[in-house]
C-alpha cells in the first residue's frame, strides 16, 4: 500500500463551523505533513509531526489545529476559517529525517478541496 | 533562506517534442533535489529526485542533473506525449535535515497533439 487517503474530497464550510479533514497512510512512515496550495501556485507547508509529534508550525492561525493521534492518522481541525482560507489541503508522509540526510520521498495525497463561505 | 525559481509558465508543445523547464536553486547548504508532478484533480507525485553534484536523476523518460557550478536541475525529456499534461514543480530540502520540501512555483505544461 503505498497510498496516502484523504477524506473529504471536497468540503464546503461557513465561518462559523467546525469541521476535521483527515489523512491516513499505511507505509509505517512516521512524519506526516500538512500543506496549504492555493489555485495555480506551490504547496506550502504547515505542519509537520515527526514520530506524532509536532515537530514543525509555520506560524499557522491557530483557526487551524492539527491532531496525529496515532502514527497512522493526521487529522486537522478547523474552526473559524476566513474565506481566504479556501485552498487545497495536502497530506504527505514520509520516513523522517535521521542525521541530516533528509532526501526522502513525501507521498502525497490527493487533497481535499476546501471552500469557506 | 533556501529558494527555488522556475521557468515561468504556461508551456505548450506539441507532442513528441522537446521538453526543458529551467530551475535554479539557492541554499545554505547542500541540498537534495526533486521534480514533483501534479496532475489535474490530485495530489503531487515525485517525478525524480537527485541528492549529489552530478547525480542524474530518471523517470518515465524525464532527466534532470544535479549542477553545482550552475545551482540548476533542468528538467528535459525527449519526446513529450499528451498524457505528460501537468503541473511540474522543482523543490530542495537541505542536508542539515529540517525535513521541509521548498518548492518553486510551478510549470504548467500543455502538450497537444
Known amino acids: 500500500d503505498t497510498e496516502v487517503t484523504q477524506t473529504p474530497k471536497h468540503l464546503v464550510m461557513g465561518m462559523t463551523n467546525k469541521k476535521s479533514l483527515k489523512c491516513e497512510q499505511h507505509?509505517?512512515?512516521?512524519?506526516m505533513y500538512w500543506y496549504k496550495q492555493k489555485a495555480k501556485k506551490p504547496p506550502e507547508l504547515m505542519f509537520v509531526?515527526?514520530?506524532?509529534?509536532?515537530?514543525i508550525n509555520e506560524s499557522v492561525p491557530s483557526r487551524f489545529s492539527p491532531e496525529c493521534p496515532n502514527s497512522s492518522l493526521l487529522n486537522l481541525h478547523l474552526h473559524a476559517l476566513q474565506p481566504e482560507d479556501s485552498a487545497l489541503y495536502l497530506c504527505?508522509?514520509?520516513?523522517?529525517?535521521?542525521?541530516?540526510?533528509?532526501?526522502?520521498?513525501?507521498?502525497f495525497g490527493s487533497g481535499t478541496q476546501l471552500s469557506v463561505l | 533562506g533556501d529558494s527555488v525559481t522556475q521557468m515561468e509558465g504556461p508551456v505548450t508543445l506539441s507532442e513528441e517534442a522537446f521538453l526543458t523547464i529551467n530551475c535554479t536553486y539557492t541554499?545554505?547548504?547542500?541540498?537534495?533535489l526533486f521534480w514533483y508532478v501534479q496532475y489535474p484533480g490530485e495530489g503531487l507525485q515525485l517525478l525524480l529526485k537527485?541528492?549529489?553534484?552530478?547525480d542524474k536523476g530518471s523517470n518515465k523518460g524525464f532527466e534532470a542533473t544535479y549542477r553545482k557550478e550552475t545551482t540548476s536541475f533542468h528538467l528535459e525529456k525527449g519526446s513529450v506525449q499528451v498524457s505528460d499534461s501537468a503541473v511540474y514543480f522543482c523543490?530542495?530540502?537541505?542536508?542539515?535535515?529540517?525535513?521541509?520540501?521548498?518548492f518553486g512555483t510551478g510549470t504548467r505544461l500543455t502538450i497537444i497533439p
Open positions: 541554499a545554505t547548504g547542500y541540498p537534495s
Open positions: 509531526y515527526s514520530y506524532e509529534k509536532l515537530s
Open positions: 504527505a508522509s514520509s520516513h523522517p529525517g535521521a542525521g541530516g540526510l533528509t532526501n526522502e520521498k513525501l507521498f
Open positions: 523543490a530542495l530540502t537541505d542536508l542539515f535535515g529540517n525535513e521541509k520540501l521548498t
Open positions: 507505509m509505517g512512515h512516521r512524519a
Open positions: 537527485a541528492t549529489k553534484a552530478d
